[in-house]
């Protein structure tokens, strides 16, 4: 009854195109989700994030959810998730994207999910990391353990959209390292982020994981830049 109340005074919205939600309507609307430009990555193991990546680090799959256009759908989704308080997204999408990725077979093999993880400070100024609800999502769909606290951010950097290829790689095998002990050896680790761009904070991010001996590396995206 509360809720009835307070949605008839601030009644919810769709996080994609703003128009109001119907009653069996979750977040995003149905058109939203008819519109909303999927890779199908999962269906297709030498997809193009996956190539991404050839020749940076060796990675057992790669896959993005979503396309990333500039004012597009898929953009106003993160930007919500990301900057506006609305975690919520991150959680349909890990829905969504875990009943999609339950039938891959590279994802039984998967040990534990691991998030790119925020600078402390970072945190306190979000107040959250924008892919912790997308990966407990993927984490109760697949039935997999996450784990956020394996892989540490040294450094502090604002944000890296506005920056340049080269000034995005500058420094970044410094940017993070990885707490583990024995019981990691030999783990395949299923590393997640909001959106793949030039790829250089997962490679870097990729990089402290590989220092456990044994590990494997995959990748799985909310959404991938795309022109």
């Known amino acids: 009854m509360f809720k009835s109340i307070i949605n008839l005074f601030?009644?919810?919205v769709c996080a994609g195109c703003h128009s109001l939600l119907l009653s069996n309507e979750n977040v995003i609307c149905t058109v939203c989700r008819h519109n909303i430009p999927l890779t199908n990555h999962h269906l297709n193991p030498e997809n193009e994030a996956f190539k991404k990546f050839y020749g940076r680090i060796p990675v057992e799959f790669t896959s993005a959810m979503l396309y990333f256009h500039k004012k597009g759908i898929v953009q106003e989704l993160i930007h919500n998730l990301k900057y506006k308080g609305h975690e919520e997204i991150g959680t349909v999408l890990g829905e969504w994207y875990a009943a999609?990725?339950?039938?891959s077979t590279i994802i039984n093999s998967i040990d534990e999910i691991i998030p790119v993880p925020l600078h402390k400070r970072k945190l306190r100024e979000r107040g959250y990391n924008q892919v912790t609800d997308f990966g407990l999502a993927l984490s109760n769909g697949l039935n997999i353990p996450y784990n956020p606290t394996i892989v540490v951010r040294?450094?502090?950097?604002?944000?890296?959209?506005?920056?340049?290829l080269l000034n995005r790689?500058?420094?970044i095998d410094t940017i993070f390292d990885v707490s583990f002990t024995e019981k990691d050896h030999n783990k395949h680790f299923l590393l997640i982020d909001d959106v793949i761009t030039t790829g250089s904070t997962l490679?870097?991010?990729?990089?402290?994981?590989?220092k456990i001996p044994g590990a494997k590396i995959s990748i799985v995206?909310?959404?991938?830049?795309h022109s």
């Open 100 to 103: 999609d990725l339950i039938n």
């Open 203 to 210: 490679e870097a991010c990729s990089h402290a994981l590989l």
């Open 169 to 171: 790689s500058e420094g």
């Open 154 to 164: 040294n450094i502090y950097s604002k944000t890296q959209s506005k920056k340049n």
């Open 10 to 12: 601030y009644p919810p």
């Open 221 to 225: 995206c909310m959404a991938m830049a």
